[in-house]
Nanobody, 119 residues
Framework: QVQVVESGGGLVQPGGSLTLSCTASTSPFSIYNMGWYRQGPGKQRESVATVTFAGSTNYADSVKGRFTISRANANNTVILQMNSLKPEDTAVYYC?????????????WGQGTQVTVSS
């Protein structure tokens, strides 16, 4: 049973920073593409940032230059560093581990962590 666990959410003022951490029990962790997604109030879930098994990153336009995704394969961890936070970043943030096996996509999700940006 694969487990994906997020941590690090909370309440922060506009302009502040937060670091989200995700640990996945996928084995081996290094061959999984990892990503952070978010779902704001009344909105659909959207991709925030992803990092492939090879280390290539991709960001939503709304977070480019403010968020940084990184992975530490030795610790089965992916980090989302969020700076210059805005109220519109308020959402539940989900970590995802993804791998295609024989043409079938295997997706594993965490339970989510709440991020609230408010003064």
């Amino acid at each position: 049973q694969v487990q994906v666990v997020e941590s690090g959410g909370g309440l922060v003022q506009p302009g502040g920073s937060l670091t989200l951490s995700c640990t996945a029990s996928t084995s081996p962790f290094s061959i999984y593409n990892m990503g952070w997604y978010r779902q704001g109030p009344g909105k659909q879930r959207e991709s925030v940032a992803t990092v492939t098994f090879a280390g290539s990153t991709n960001y939503a336009d709304s977070v480019k230059g403010r968020f940084t995704i990184s992975r530490a394969n030795a610790n089965n961890t992916v980090i989302l560093q969020m700076n210059s936070l805005k109220p519109e970043d308020t959402a539940v943030y989900y970590c995802n581990a993804r791998r295609s096996i024989a043409g079938v996509m295997n997706d594993y999700w965490g339970q989510g962590t709440q991020v609230t940006v408010s003064s």
